[in-house]
């Protein structure tokens, strides 16, 4: 029985997470994914590049998560301000 996998933006993001889910759908590490659009972006004026990444961080869904990451980090960084 095949496992079912989706496309979804990832939480190892530097933008929207978008060339981070594409890597974990083809299970690749995400630098490649990033390179590789990064090259194509540049070096070919054929590849709308920007817009085809707008266009997938509106219509890809966020994987669900835990927890939020980015509160984790804002409420230790206000522990260590009141010691």
């Known amino acids: 029985m095949a496992v079912e996998r989706k ?3 990832s939480s190892n993001k530097i ?3 978008v060339c981070g889910g594409i890597a974990e759908y083809f299970d690749v590490d995400p630098t490649l ?3 590789i659009y990064a090259i194509l972006a540049v070096f070919t ?3 709308p590049g ?3 990444y707008l266009i ?3 219509i890809m869904p966020a994987a669900p998560t835990a927890h939020n990451v980015e ?3 804002f409420e230790d960084a206000t ?5």
């Open 7 to 9: 496309l979804m933006r």
């Open 50 to 52: 920007l817009l085809l």
């Open 71 to 73: 509160d984790v980090k």
């Open 45 to 47: 004026t054929g590849f």
């Open 56 to 58: 997938l961080m509106l």
């Open 33 to 35: 994914i990033r390179a």
């Open 15 to 17: 933008l929207a997470g």
């Open 79 to 83: 522990k260590k301000e009141d010691k």
